[in-house]
């Protein structure tokens, strides 16, 4: 071995990966600033909440944000509970056996489903089937069936991370098998479970394409009132703005896109203050 | 850390909620998708007219707030094909029904009505800096089957021909191919060339005209801005190039318009009625102007 | 009250089971309902004339129903993403387990989780406004909107799936591999490259599948810039239509019970297939990366 070739050989190897990671990473933060640089201006109180007028070129987007709320909102209170109970039959009742190894697949098909047949299935099961209409029912079940993968690995990931001494304390103490995941485990993993819940919501909020059939108007003059309304939502409108409608200006497009963007990144960061906190704690 | 958790699991109510939601929304829902709701008026359809009927929608809303009048497009087949499955009042559509929609909406047992509400110019537009002054609707027709590859063969320079249509669901898709590609003929083998870009909007192929030199596209009337170029079209090669206007689409001699329609379940009543009412009134047609169409009246 | 209590924890403990089974419910429940709407297309047109026709003319009489145009372009534009972003994404992944300081170690992994959070139409927005002109004038292209472009997009969502699962391949190499080569007097680079990347290599294949299936069934962004000319595609630098963009792009049409609507459920049938596949295949390679 020749050392100072080989040194030389380790920075070029290095000088690689780390051009690898700058082609990354820069367009990240170039999209980001771009975003932030254009739509910040447009931002502003009755950008946010009025109501869209002169066929959206004016006024501001308001149901947009309303709708995209109720999404969230109704898609998580229906995924919550079984992504969490589904995490946790799995990480504290399931056996190693051939119904875990196919439920653990079924999780992973799920994610990688791609969005828009999520679209066609809110469409024919909740649309037509249930007849529940082009309603935020609709898309709201279809989103949360979506996130479902994200809630049950993230949650899972939390239980995990409880020690099995707690769980051995607590059975040794007499508690049942119930008793013990309510008091001794589930407590410990509530910040994980959390994190997931917030990225969810960051999905849910930026997904498109299940939504174009299940739920997503074009305009809507008034609020949503009832759950099997149409609604508004953000990253149609986005869309929509983007590319159907003349004469919108720049600003709008890119506010809408900064409030979208906004929402997400929020979600995400305090996910992960919420995930660091818990680890320092530990 | 037993005792700061709350007694019972969260997942508990949480459930119970996401199924107490359920079953209201599944009972909400039950009256059926038409008119069940009160002063709610859905119109759906051409994406052409969108922005007419949000015009005419706001309009209407500030005279009766009363009424909920919501706009979605799709394009002209998803809007009738919404009224005939009956999820919405009033469809709009930049093309008359099809043989097999009527016979649809008989199946449901009623009668669609149309009422022509506005005309429509197609106009083919192309980059301002391409010097092709007119076309003949046989030179269009050869363009847009594909045949025509290169600028250079329509006395142009010699730019390749990069076509711009709209999405198959747009009622100016098929009017184009009917009028245009198959000489005014609804049934016939020709098509769009495979190579066309199909484009969400017509908004979408300004946009694309507006910076591609290449690009040819085509759209409503409503949609003419200096960032493109009009390119007046003849008949034949012994017709004049006419240039599409209020005036020639109103007198017909300007080759490809079309007259614009709202579809409705049978004779109008109630707020469908009073909104139909509306836009044949002055104030309606006056928007029908603003938006850039023609006025019938 | 004992009873009383066991027989709450009984019920409790059979939901718990139920909402575990909830994922093979609903995987299930999508095929089934796709098959639903879609095996109707099977009335007008064949398996062998879906997959391998090659036109799409969805609502001419008689409709003409091939996909093959359209599953070419699906993947002709996610081949495209695939040569871009799994070579960036692997050494993406090293640079950030192995060589990054421990602070830009946490800067780079938050950039790459915003990037995996920037929605699809966001993505869209920017590749029309920027992307699309930018690629025609730099590369004299008729049209910007091209496979290309679409590819690109893809190539950014797909980085962060392959970056983090190979992160996580690469970290779960025992340290005393890499410790080992050292110690034999290899250079950091040398332990990468001859030692920790074979410990890794499973795992990184699986990540790189994982970011094929991504980049396979993504839809707003791609839909937005690659133009959706239904043609077969010859290069990357044309228009191109991909099996996700044509439904989202037509479902709307839905004149529901028409030989479009069920053509439209059959390719969302085709998509969920290939994604079945494709997590089949990566998950494999992770469990067998993670028995070794």
């Given amino acids: ?282 | ?297 | 009250m004992k009873n009383l209590r066991r027989a709450k924890e009984f019920v409790i403990e059979k939901l718990i089971l139920l909402c575990g089974l909830a994922s093979i419910l609903f995987v299930v429940l999508i095929f089934v309902f796709l098959l639903r709407e879609g095996v109707s297309i099977l009335k007008t047109t064949g398996i062998l004339s879906f997959l391998g026709g090659r036109f799409w003319y969805p609502i001419s009489s008689p409709p003409r129903l091939g996909i093959l145009p359209l599953i070419l372009g699906s993947l002709l534009v996610t081949a495209g993403a695939v040569v871009m972003a799994v070579p960036l994404g692997i050494g993406a992944a090293f640079y950030i387990a192995e060589v990054a300081p421990k602070r830009l170690r946490t800067i780079l992994k938050s950039c790459v989780e915003i990037l995996a959070a920037i929605p699809s139409v966001v993505l869209g927005f920017v590749g029309i406004t920027v992307l699309v002109p930018f690629l025609k004038n730099f590369l004299h292209l008729p049209t910007g909107l091209t496979a290309f472009a679409g590819s690109l997009m893809l190539a950014f969502m797909a980085l962060p799936t392959i970056i983090s699962i190979s992160e996580d391949a690469i970290n779960a190499v025992p340290r005393e591999y890499k410790d080992g080569a050292l110690a034999l007097g290899a250079t950091h680079w040398q332990a990468l490259r001859r030692v920790v990347i074979h410990g890794a290599l499973p795992g990184i294949i699986a990540a790189a599948m994982l970011g094929i299936g991504r980049v396979f069934g993504e839809t707003m962004a791609v839909m937005m810039v690659t133009g959706n000319a239904a043609v077969i595609p010859h290069s990357l630098f044309e228009p191109v239509r991909t099996l996700t963009a044509t439904i989202a792009a037509e479902m709307g049409e839905a004149a529901k019970g028409s030989p479009h609507y069920f053509a439209l459920f059959a390719i969302g049938i085709v998509l969920f297939l290939i994604s079945f596949a494709i997590n089949l295949t990566a998950d494999l390679l992770l469990n067998r990366g993670k028995k070794k």
Avoid at chain 2, 231 to 255: C, F, G, L, Q
């Fill in chain 1, 1 to 282: 071995m020749k050392p100072r070739n080989e040194g030389l050989r380790q920075k070029l190897g290095f000088g690689v990966l780390l051009l690898a990671t700058l082609i990354v990473v820069i367009p990240v933060l170039g999209i980001v600033g771009l975003i932030i640089a254009k739509g910040w201006g447009a931002l502003s109180w009755s950008f946010l909440f009025s109501m869209p007028r002169d066929g959206m070129r004016a006024g501001g987007i308001w149901p947009a944000i309303v709708g995209t709320f109720y999404l969230v909102f109704v898609s998580i209170a229906f995924a919550l509970p079984i992504g969490v109970a589904a995490a946790i039959y799995l990480n504290e009742y399931a056996k190693d056996n051939g119904l875990t190894r196919a439920i653990n697949l079924a999780i992973i098909n799920l994610a990688g489903v791609s969005s828009v047949v999520f679209g066609l299935f809110g469409l024919s099961l909740f649309v037509i089937f249930l007849r529940f209409g082009v309603s935020i029912i609709s898309g709201a079940l279809t989103l949360g069936i979506m996130t479902l993968p994200v809630i049950i690995t993230t949650t899972r990931e939390a239980l995990r991370a409880v020690p099995k001494s707690y769980r051995e304390v607590s059975f040794s103490l007499g508690a049942s098998h119930w008793q013990t995941v309510r008091h001794s485990v589930l407590p410990h993993a509530l910040p994980g479970i959390l994190t997931g819940a917030i990225l969810s919501i960051g999905r849910v909020a930026g997904e498109t394409a299940p939504i174009l059939f299940t739920v997503a108007a074009f305009y809507l003059p008034n609020l949503p009132t009832s759950l099997s309304d149409q609604a508004m939502a953000l990253p149609y409108h986005l869309y929509v703005i983007t590319s159907q409608i003349p004469g919108i200006p720049e600003g709008f497009r890119f506010g809408t896109a900064f409030v979208l963007i906004a929402l997400v990144l929020i979600m995400n960061v305090s996910a992960s203050i919420i995930r660091s906190r818990y680890r320092k704690k530990k």
């Fill in chain 2, 1 to 297: 850390m037993i005792a700061r958790f709350p007694s019972r699991s969260a997942a508990e109510p949480a459930l119970a909620a996401a199924i107490l939601v359920l079953f209201l929304s599944a009972c909400g829902n039950r009256g059926g998708g038409t008119g069940a709701r009160s002063q709610a008026l859905q119109i759906k359809g051409s994406d052409t007219m969108v922005n007419l009927g949000q015009a005419w929608a706001e309009a209407y809303n500030k005279l009766h707030p009363e009424v909920n009048v919501a706009v979605t497009g799709g394009g002209s087949g998803t809007g009738i094909a919404a009224l005939i499955n009956g999820t919405c009042e009033i469809a709009e559509s930049s093309r008359g029904l099809e043989a097999k929609e009527i016979e649809q909406a008989r199946a449901k047992g009623f009668a669609i009505r149309e009422d022509i509400v506005a005309l429509d110019g197609i106009v083919v537009v192309v980059h301002p800096s391409n010097p092709i002054a007119a076309v003949t609707m046989e030179e269009l027709r050869e363009l847009f089957l594909g045949d025509i590859r290169r600028w250079k063969m329509l006395r142009g320079p010699d730019w390749p021909v990069v076509l711009l249509s709209r999405e198959v669901n747009s009622g100016t898709h098929i009017f184009f191919k009917e009028h245009v590609l198959r000489r005014g003929k609804s049934k016939g083998p020709e098509e769009f060339a495979p190579l066309a870009l199909m484009m969400p909007s017509s908004y979408a192929i300004a946009e694309e005209v507006a910076q591609n030199e290449n690009a040819v596209g085509y759209y409503g009337l409503g949609y003419i801005s200096p960032r493109q170029k009009v390119v007046p079209v003849a008949k034949d090669e012994h017709s004049p190039a006419i240039a599409p206007t209020i005036e020639t689409i109103r007198a017909n001699t300007y080759p490809i318009s079309r007259p614009l329609y709202l579809f409705t379940k049978g004779e109008p009543a109630g707020s469908v009625k009073d909104f139909m009412d509306f836009i044949h009134s002055p104030a309606g047609q006056k928007i029908v102007r603003d938006t850039e169409f023609v006025p019938i009246q």
